[in-house]
């Protein structure tokens, strides 16, 4: 279903977006106004600077379902055209958890025709994120695994948490899956081949040292400093005049966004194909019994 038919249908009677503000709030914004665009995704936007902190807050693990990827694409669509917004911030509503990546429960025990909708909408958040004319930054204030990596990976740099709980990586191939083309080209444009090699295979979650390290973070902060550190870092990006940025930013990515559009039928149909595999169900289905294992 396309993004403007998903719309639709979470604005159907029983939806929980229904009734939601899409808009500005009734306070009509200004500096540090707050609006809320949806239940699943907050904006902060500060028109005087620039730039919206657009927060996570799908509990308990802000994994990205469907109804948490629909939201998220329709707020940085209105983002978009939003003329005082050329930046935007990424982050989690709490600390604790920034995304637990691609919700588990859209690619267990469902029908071929869910996750061929399912994979198209991580696709189309993706293009969306890495597209994007703005200036993004991630304010890593938790645990990062897998498509919450990739969300971050999209913006162009990230801040992360000092704290050794937080992991960030792409770890697919723990969960016996594996990170299709885009989100491994993805990870190669920030830290290289080999590096992401290694880490692809070997599944790595890395802590905050090590993810400085190997380039997968621009900087560790306090806690307490990771959103104020990526605002003040967010200046700096805005200090360039905005074509020259975009420009720029476009031909950066470009080769690798050309490929998943050029791809990207094929791309559906290999994900479907892969994920409906009775054994990729059975791996999937323990390593969901065992995360619910631990809380009941
Ligand atoms: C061509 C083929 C290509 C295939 C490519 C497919 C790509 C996939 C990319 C992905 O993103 S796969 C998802 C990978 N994510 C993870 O491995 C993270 C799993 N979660 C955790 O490790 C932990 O939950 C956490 C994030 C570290 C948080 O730990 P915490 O102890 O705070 O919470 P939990 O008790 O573990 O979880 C609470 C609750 O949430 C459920 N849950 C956790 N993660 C997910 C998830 N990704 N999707 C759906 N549900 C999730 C968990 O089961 C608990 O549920 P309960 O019923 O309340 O017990």
């Given at each position: 279903?396309?993004?403007?038919?998903?719309?639709?249908?979470?604005?159907?009677?029983?939806?929980?977006?229904?009734?939601?503000?899409?808009?500005?709030?009734?306070?009509?914004?200004?500096?540090?106004?707050?609006?809320?665009l949806?239940?699943?995704?907050?904006?902060?936007?500060?028109?005087?600077?620039?730039?919206?902190?657009?927060?996570?807050?799908?509990?308990?693990?802000?994994?990205?379902?469907?109804?948490?990827?629909?939201?998220?694409?329709i707020c940085l669509e209105k983002l978009e055209n939003d003329?005082?917004?050329?930046?935007?911030?990424?982050?989690?509503?709490?600390?604790?958890?920034?995304?637990?990546?691609?919700?588990?429960?859209?690619?267990?025990?469902?029908?071929?025709?869910?996750?061929?909708?399912?994979?198209?909408?991580?696709?189309?958040?993706?293009?969306?994120?890495?597209?994007?004319?703005?200036?993004?930054?991630?304010?890593?204030?938790?645990?990062?695994?897998?498509?919450?990596?990739?969300?971050?990976?999209?913006?162009?740099?990230?801040?992360?948490?000092?704290?050794?709980?937080?992991?960030?990586?792409?770890?697919?191939?723990?969960?016996?899956?594996?990170?299709?083309?885009?989100?491994?080209?993805?990870?190669?444009?920030?830290?290289?081949?080999?590096?992401?090699?290694?880490?692809?295979?070997?599944?790595?979650?890395?802590?905050?040292?090590?993810?400085?390290?190997?380039?997968?973070?621009?900087?560790?902060?306090?806690?307490?400093?990771?959103?104020?550190?990526?605002?003040?870092?967010?200046?700096?990006?805005?200090?360039?005049?905005?074509?020259?940025?975009?420009?720029?930013?476009?031909?950066?990515?470009?080769?690798?966004?050309?490929?998943?559009?050029?791809?990207?039928?094929?791309?559906?149909?290999?994900?479907?194909?892969?994920?409906?595999?009775?054994?990729?169900?059975?791996?999937?289905?323990?390593?969901?019994?065992?995360?619910?294992?631990?809380?009941?």
């Amino acid at each position: 279903m396309a993004l403007v038919a998903r719309v639709r249908a979470l604005l159907l009677p029983g939806s929980r977006l229904r009734g939601a503000t899409l808009g500005r709030a009734a306070n009509g914004g200004g500096a540090g106004a707050r609006r809320a665009l949806s239940h699943r995704v907050l904006v902060e936007a500060d028109p005087a600077a620039g730039v919206a902190v657009v927060k996570f807050r799908n509990p308990p693990v802000n994994s990205l379902s469907l109804e948490m990827l629909t939201e998220l694409g329709i707020c940085l669509e209105k983002l978009e055209n939003d003329k005082t917004v050329r930046g935007i911030v990424l982050t989690a509503d709490r600390p604790g958890i920034f995304s637990a990546g691609l919700d588990l429960t859209e690619m267990c025990g469902r029908n071929p025709a869910h996750y061929a909708e399912f994979w198209k909408a991580v696709q189309e958040l993706w293009l969306r994120l890495y597209q994007s004319n703005m200036a993004l930054g991630a304010a890593i204030n938790g645990t990062c695994p897998a498509g919450g990596c990739l969300l971050s990976l999209t913006c162009d740099y990230r801040i992360l948490a000092d704290n050794p709980k937080y992991t960030i990586g792409l770890n697919e191939t723990q969960l016996g899956i594996f990170a299709p083309f885009w989100f491994k080209d993805t990870m190669v444009n920030t830290i290289g081949h080999r590096a992401t090699e290694r880490a692809l295979q070997l599944g790595l979650l890395f802590t905050p040292a090590e993810a400085l390290q190997v380039g997968l973070v621009d900087q560790v902060v306090p806690e307490d400093q990771v959103q104020s550190t990526a605002l003040s870092v967010m200046s700096q990006w805005l200090a360039i005049p905005d074509h020259a940025r975009q420009l720029t930013k476009t031909m950066m990515r470009k080769a690798t966004v050309d490929q998943l559009l050029k791809h990207r039928e094929a791309d559906i149909q290999n994900f479907v194909s892969f994920i409906s595999r009775d054994s990729i169900q059975k791996v999937l289905q323990v390593y969901l019994q065992k995360l619910r294992k631990k809380n009941h």
